[in-house]
């Protein structure tokens, strides 16, 4: 007797056509032989509309959250869009505090993109998931025309559980507080730049891309949950930026040491050519954490004891100023405002 | 960073600071104007000002290329773009400045058809002419500004543009003289009476400008206007040796034309660039500054032997003046008679994000680079 009674997909040298999005057999066999064989679990083994699942441990709350992917190039030093789709979610989970357990994936796919580079984008991201112990239990798959998109956009949704002891927010630094960063900034948006701009270096800047929630979790198992006051990715706009987010949500100011903060050499050297800052490029692996004073060292200390967090350092520390101002002090002795990212015509990185 | 690090140190700096405040007069006050964007950016952006005594005031100068470009030539290229279906190629900087009728380069590229006419941002002018080369059914515009740093490279396009025949690419040049811009600074007629005036006791003297002009063009400030000229490069540490070296000279009652920058600057700049530009520009009768208004050889256009892939010449462009917005106080700020926060719209109506004025566009302009790096300085903080 038969097996089957299809034809493979044909992942070598085939290419996604209209008929992947149509809903019927050839959407089914896409599902089917490249999905849910990558992602292999048992709410995806399903097959229904949804995922049924748990309901959380009593006294924990459910945090919720979503991004679209569409950086481009698809494939880049560090990573591709796949696990970038995996830890971007994950990261906006972990730095609410809470543990990660879900992820959605909805695919947008353009016709003509070869099933073979789809076939790395998936087993990528089933390989991000894997290791951050984050399934992924329900997607959505859909076709647009040729010229319509750019190869694969990814949209992924994640739900986690926030035990009831942590509650860290944007609005919770205190004049006083100190400012860590996990380690070095600006290496994810240099690595998507220069591929994009075909910059070659003696050694490669790859994206820092990786799930930080086993990180977050060594901080809370190092600090009273109340001394994280404050936990952030700081993503698109980069550490400036994301600075004079939690400072305005805080209302008060930063003080913060330019020398202080991490940046690898090859990514300061790419900055200098390109007239760049690397304090506003973006991160996909890098934790700023706002803790209490008295917090601070051990904080430290937990950062740097785990591998993501092995170049963590202090950088500075919150203060009063009802105009919010993140100001810098230059290695030169000067003073300087580290304004928000102001309308940079910079390229799809994340 | 091995090479960089060394010009933005702070001990040194602070040793340079201090021999300022030494040597200073403190009976008196001393303006100098550092010329190019490139040094504003650097003096905002490492916070030069906190190393400096409070009688040593900078002043910004007009040397941002996009500050001093008028609206009525971006209005050119956005022409060219809507209504001639050409790509428009330009530096980044380029894409943002406020045209007429709320447009921008950028706000005009969201409203194109991108199957005929586009604007992108490139690099370098040699991107500009690969495109070209590399898209032949396209009609590709470089938007050329800038002063003499960035005119070389321009000749170089138009030179190969010509030896290989391409006939879908031009340039739109907007190539500026910096000593025609110090001189009209010098002469400035003062816009609110006399007082207005900026008295200026030096300049700190272009960095990239004079790798390829040398020193020799700005004899003329110190000998008919008797202002000390010195040359800077564009670190921090080069900007304040040059403030010191400033100072000596008034206080010696010098006016000389020093170079600080003397790994990179000759007396007689670089004359195959300077060859290269004679072969493929010529001066400009006049030509419209922002903020300066019109200045007679301040400005270069392509000679007629290139006049296949001159934008004007292939287009037949004609320039019309637009007036800045009324409020907008970017002519008094370019020629340092105000200061950023004196504009009533500054931080208000024009900010980064809504810039209506062009020295809010580049991170070189004096608009830009205080709402950036020092408006704090405006309102007293608390101290940490």
Redesign the interface.
């Known amino acids: 007797m038969k097996t089957h009674y299809t034809r493979p997909l044909d992942l070598r040298s085939g290419r996604v056509d209209m008929n992947h999005g149509a809903g019927g057999r050839a959407t089914a066999q896409l599902v089917a032989e490249l999905f849910a064989r990558a992602f292999d679990n048992p709410w995806l083994g399903q097959g229904d509309d949804g995922a049924v699942l748990p309901a959380p441990a009593p006294g924990e709350r459910l945090v919720m959250a979503t991004d679209g992917h569409v950086v481009s190039p698809l494939f880049f030093p560090g990573g591709d869009i796949g696990s970038l789709a995996v830890h971007g979610t994950v990261n906006d989970l972990a730095v609410m505090g809470a543990r990660p357990l879900y992820l959605s994936a909805s695919f947008i796919l353009e016709e003509g993109y070869p099933l073979a580079d789809l076939k790395r984008i998936v087993d990528s991201m089933a390989a991000a998931s894997r290791a951050a112990g984050v399934p992924v239990v329900t997607g959505d798959t859909k076709v647009v025309e040729q010229g319509k998109g750019d190869g694969v956009f990814i949209a992924t949704t994640g739900i986690g559980a926030l035990p009831a002891e942590r509650s860290p927010g944007g609005a919770r630094a205190r004049p006083g507080d100190v400012v860590l960063v996990s380690g070095s900034m600006g290496d994810h948006g240099m690595a998507i730049l220069a591929v994009r701009?075909s910059l070659a270096f003696d050694s490669e800047i790859r994206s820092d891309s990786a799930a930080l929630h086993g990180l977050v979790e060594a901080l809370y198992a190092a600090l009273p949950a109340e001394a994280i006051r404050v936990l952030r990715d700081p993503t698109r706009g980069g550490l400036a930026t994301t600075l004079n987010e939690i400072a305005r949500q805080s209302g008060a100011?930063m003080?913060i040491e330019e020398a202080a903060v991490p940046v690898h050499?090859q990514v300061?050297?790419a900055c200098?050519l390109l007239g760049l800052d690397p304090l506003y490029l973006a991160n996909e692996g890098k934790l700023i954490a706002v803790v209490a004073p008295e917090s601070a060292d051990a904080a430290l200390a937990a950062l740097r004891a785990h591998p993501l967090g092995s170049a963590a350092a202090r950088i500075g520390?919150v203060?009063?100023?009802?105009?919010h101002?993140v100001?810098l002090?230059?290695?030169?002795?000067?003073?300087?405002?580290l304004?928000w990212l102001?309308?940079e015509?910079l390229p799809r990185i994340c | 960073m091995k090479y960089v690090d060394e010009f933005r140190d702070g001990e040194l700096a602070r040793g340079i600071g201090a021999a300022i405040a030494r040597e200073a007069d403190p009976a008196r006050h001393y303006a100098f104007m550092e010329f190019c964007g490139g040094h504003t950016h650097a003096i905002s952006r490492y916070g030069v000002v906190d190393l400096l005594p409070a009688n040593v005031r900078m002043i910004h100068g007009p040397g941002c290329p996009v500050c001093v470009l008028p609206v009525g030539r971006i209005d050119m290229a956005i022409r060219l773009a809507m209504e001639r279906a050409v790509t428009i190629c330009t530096y980044g900087d380029c894409l943002r400045v406020p045209a007429s009728g709320g447009l921008s380069l950028l706000k005009a590229r969201a409203r194109l058809d991108k199957n005929r006419a586009d604007i992108r941002m490139v690099y370098s002018a040699a991107d500009a002419l690969a495109l070209a080369q590399r898209e032949p059914q396209r009609e590709v515009v470089f938007l050329a500004i800038g002063f003499e740093t960035t005119t070389p490279p321009t000749a170089l396009v138009l030179r190969q543009a010509r030896a290989l025949g391409l006939a879908n690419f031009s340039v739109l040049c907007n190539h500026v003289l910096t000593p025609a811009a110090i001189r009209a600074i010098l002469h400035a007629p003062a816009g609110a009476g006399a007082d207005a005036r900026v008295k200026l006791d030096g300049f700190v003297g272009p960095a990239h400008v004079s790798t390829v002009i040398g020193s020799r063009p700005y004899d003329f400030v110190a000998g008919q206007h008797h202002k000390p000229v010195v040359i800077a490069g564009f670190e921090p540490l080069d900007v304040m040796q040059s403030i010191l070296m400033l100072v000596r000279q008034v206080n010696d009652g010098r006016a000389e034309i020093e170079n600080e920058f003397t790994r990179a600057v000759t007396r007689e700049g670089n004359l195959k660039a300077q060859a290269l530009v004679d072969e493929v520009f010529t001066l400009r009768d006049s030509y419209e500054w922002r903020g300066l208004g019109s200045l007679p050889d301040s400005a270069l256009r392509i000679r007629p032997e290139f006049a296949a892939w001159d934008a004007e010449a292939k287009f037949g462009l004609d320039y019309a003046p637009v007036p800045d917005h009324k409020s907008c106080e970017c002519g008094t700020i370019l020629r340092g008679e105000k200061r950023p926060a004196d504009c009533k719209l500054f931080g208000t109506a024009c900010t980064p994000e809504t810039p209506m004025g062009s020295c809010m566009v580049s991170s070189e302009g004096a608009c830009a680079a205080h709402y950036n790096y020092g408006r704090f300085r405006d309102i007293p903080v608390a101290a940490a």
Do not use: I, N, Y
């Open positions: 701009e100011g003080r050499p300061e050297a200098e520390t203060v009063e100023d009802a105009h101002f100001q002090a230059t290695p030169l002795g000067g003073q300087r405002m304004d102001s309308g015509p």
